[in-house]
């Protein structure tokens, strides 16, 4: 083909035919960049949505690991509440050995001494102790002071008895004392 045009339009064309393919290029680049910023996006919501996806997750996760140390720290409240309870009745059940020692040297008159104390716990339901007292008095007089006294004790000293054979002899007397506490 032969080209007869003059150079000022050939000039003109090529200019136009350049301005084309600028064009094209143009528009090629920036349909390139809206396809990309496409994608982009498409990217950045898809990993927003898995992060918050993750969030939740970590937060269901948290609250879970903290119901469940709740509950823990509740089972523990709850033991040792349950042990508590359980050294507060034993405590109140007990009668203290100080407390019936300290009553039965307020029921000995001077004069009389003992040699043996037993404190031993009762099966039997109406009494938590059986003691057994023995010991030695210079006289019978003494001995019924003791008798005396304990009989004005009855509400803490039950069931006392003393064997007969304290009684035969009017002077230093060795004698033996059950009761029930």
């Not at 969030?55 to 269901?60: A, G, L, R, S, Y």
């Given at each position: 083909m032969i080209n007869l045009l003059p150079p000022e339009y050939k000039k003109e064309l090529s200019k136009e035919e350049q301005f084309k393919i600028v064009l094209n290029l143009g528009i090629f680049v920036l349909l390139f960049l809206f396809?990309?910023?496409l994608i982009l996006l498409s990217i950045e919501i898809y990993v927003s949505g898995q992060l918050e996806i993750k969030?939740?997750?970590?937060?269901?996760s948290q609250k879970e690991m903290k119901f469940s140390e709740i509950e823990d720290l509740e089972q523990k409240i709850k033991f040792v509440n349950e042990n508590v309870s359980k050294l507060a009745l034993f405590y109140e059940n007990q009668t203290s050995i100080i407390k019936i020692s300290e009553e039965i040297s307020n029921i000995l008159p001077d004069g009389i001494y003992l040699n043996n104390i037993s404190i031993n716990t009762s099966k039997e339901k109406d009494y938590r102790f059986l003691v057994s007292l023995s010991g030695f008095s210079p006289s019978r007089?003494?001995?019924l002071?003791?008798?005396s006294n304990i009989k004005k004790k009855q509400e803490f000293f039950k069931d006392s008895s003393f064997p007969q054979s304290t009684w035969?002899?009017?002077v230093d007397?060795?004698?033996?004392?059950?009761?029930?506490?």
């Open positions: 396809c990309f910023s969030k939740q997750f970590i937060e269901q007089e003494l001995l002071e003791l008798e035969t002899k009017p007397i060795d004698f033996s004392l059950n009761f029930k506490i």
